[in-house]
Structure formats: structure tokens, C-alpha cells
T-cell receptor
Framework: KNQVEQSPQSLIILEGKNCTLQCNYTVSPFSNLRWYKQDTGRGPVSLTI?????NTKSNGRYTATLDADTKQSSLHITASQLSDSASYICVVSGGTGFQKLVFGTGTRLLVSP | EPEVTQTPSHQVTQMGQEVILRCVPI?????FYWYRQILGQKVEFLVSFYNNEISEKSEIFDDQFSVERPDGSNFTLKIRSTKLEDSAMYFC???FGSGLNQPQHFGDGTRLSIL
């Protein structure tokens, strides 16, 4: 069964600190892996998209890594800001043709002043 | 920056009634999607739509659900006879293409409450 698991479930860090969120998946075949940020009450916003051949991609203070062999990804947030408080969702696209995204349950991040 | 807009933001409906959720995708996008998120659970794919027809649908998208692009701008999700378990946040998304690096742009969702 196609699944995406994320850890930790929730995380509290101090403003200015770094953190790393983890994602493991069993989706097959694999098309791409995305990280989304979802603020409370809002729709998900795309942070990064990585294909099979990419093992790192950055978007400002966000850096995602992908190990397609071990089926693991991480999202590293550098110098966290209060506005980084949100849920971060790992999403894996499997199969051919149109995108069918399998969502993880997300990591809820709280950045504390 | 162009956005996907959804209306209404909150819909309250009696069980058994029909409900239509509306979405205006980004104007030059060609691929459209509906997702739902039951409170406290993960987002789930419902359906994808391209060239005026459904291209993929999940097991959740049964005969009670239908989608339509009635004109050049709107994309709707209809639930024919709502059930209590249909209560969820429904997200519309669109993308320019279906390629590997095409991001999907999400609206802020419609919260559907079935009484």
C-alpha cells in the first residue's frame, strides 16, 4: 500500500534555530516528492519538488533532500522565523500520467520567540 | 501572484442534500484537482480533471461525486446526497501541466459541515 510517514508529529523550536523534518515513503512507482507548508486554515503551498534524479533542492531557508534508494526525504529549515510555524507535509507522487499525490500526515512546527 | 479561489469558505448542509463547491483555478492552468481533508487527518486525493474529462479518481470519489467545468473559469465539485462522513475541508488545486516538475496550486478550501 502506498504510504508516506513523517516524523516527528510535532516540534517546538526557538526562533533562530534550525530543524530537520523527516519523511519515509513506500509509494511505487515513484514520480516525485514534494514538501508543502500549510498554515492553519489555509491551503498547502508548495516549497520544493524533487524528481528521482535530484537529491537536494533549496528554496530560501528551506532545503529538501531525497534518497531514492532508502525512500527517505528530509526538510531542513535554517534560522527559523515565527512565520515558519505551520504544518509541513511530505507528498509523494506515484504512477504515470496525471499526478496522484499521496500525502503524509504532516509535522506541526511551532517556532517560539 | 495568481491564486486559486474557492467559494464558499464554509458550507453547512443537511444530510441528504446536494451541495456544490466552487473553484476558480488559475486562468492559464489546464489541470484541475479536488482533495479533501477530514479534521485531524491527512489530505486525500479525490479526482483530477483535464480536457473536460476525469483523468483519475480515487476510491473515495464514488457515484455521489461529480465534477464539472461549466465555463472557462469555474471548476465545481458536486456531492449529490451528502452523508455525515462527507464533513471535511475540500481543497481545489490547479496546475499548468501534469509534468514531473509542475507544482499544484491550492485554494484555501471550503469547510463542509453536514448536519
Amino acid at each position: 500500500k502506498n504510504q508516506v510517514e513523517q516524523s516527528p508529529q510535532s516540534l517546538i523550536i526557538l526562533e533562530g534555530k534550525n530543524c530537520t523534518l523527516q519523511c519515509n515513503y513506500t509509494v511505487s512507482p515513484f514520480s516525485n516528492l514534494r514538501w508543502y507548508k500549510q498554515d492553519t486554515g489555509r491551503g498547502p503551498v508548495s516549497l520544493t519538488i524533487m524528481t528521482f534524479s535530484e537529491n537536494t533542492k533549496s528554496n530560501g531557508r528551506y532545503t529538501a533532500t531525497l534518497d531514492a534508494d532508502t525512500k527517505q526525504s528530509s526538510l531542513h529549515i535554517t534560522a527559523s522565523q515565527l512565520s515558519d510555524s505551520a504544518s509541513y507535509i511530505c507528498v509523494v507522487s506515484g504512477g504515470t500520467g496525471f499526478q496522484k499525490l499521496v500525502f503524509g500526515t504532516g509535522t506541526r512546527l511551532l517556532v517560539s520567540p | 501572484e495568481p491564486e486559486v479561489t474557492q467559494t464558499p469558505s464554509h458550507q453547512v448542509t443537511q444530510m441528504g442534500q446536494e451541495v456544490i463547491l466552487r473553484c476558480v483555478p488559475i486562468s492559464n492552468h489546464l489541470y484541475f484537482y479536488w482533495y479533501r481533508q477530514i479534521l485531524g487527518q491527512k489530505v486525500e486525493f479525490l479526482v483530477s480533471f483535464y480536457n473536460n474529462e476525469i483523468s483519475e479518481k480515487s476510491e473515495i470519489f464514488d457515484d455521489q461525486f461529480s465534477v464539472e467545468r461549466p465555463d472557462g473559469s469555474n471548476f465545481t465539485l458536486k456531492i449529490r446526497s451528502t452523508k455525515l462522513e462527507d464533513s471535511a475541508m475540500y481543497f481545489c488545486a490547479s496546475s499548468f501541466g501534469s509534468g514531473l516538475n509542475q507544482p499544484q496550486h491550492f485554494g484555501d478550501g471550503t469547510r463542509l459541515s453536514i448536519l
